[in-house]
Nanobody, 118 residues
């Protein structure tokens, strides 16, 4: 089971960027998939996630600017980031999780760096 992230990079404030993640393994069709980020000196935080049924959840700080989507057939999850702000700069991590016997089982991809210049 693996998650492979791509995308990210450098963008000016107000610009747009997208990150994508593809999962290998059958569990992803039913897992919640999402994106977390971690800025230097800060804890990793949820950015957005999406269930297999398409229900989305966003951090308040990105609502109205970021859009998460997934393709269950391809086991992919994408995050489109619009109107980026300097405070959005972070390493973004793809995540997938499911609940097994009451416990959350997480899978993480490698991080991809998003840099926002002011």
């Amino acid at each position: 089971v693996q998650l492979q992230a791509s995308g990210g990079g450098l963008v000016q404030a107000g610009g747009s960027l997208s990150v994508s993640c593809v999962g290998s393994g059958s569990i992803f069709s039913s897992a919640v998939m999402g994106w977390y980020r971690q800025a230097p000196g800060k804890q990793r935080e949820l950015v957005a996630d999406i269930t297999s049924g398409g229900r989305t959840n966003y951090a308040d700080s990105v609502k109205g600017r970021f859009t998460i989507s997934r393709d269950n057939a391809k086991n992919t999850v994408d995050l489109l980031m619009n109107n980026l702000k300097p405070e959005d700069a972070a390493v973004y991590y793809c995540n997938a999780y499911y609940i097994l016997l009451g416990r959350r089982v997480d899978y993480w991809g490698q991080g991809t760096l998003v840099t926002v210049s002011s």
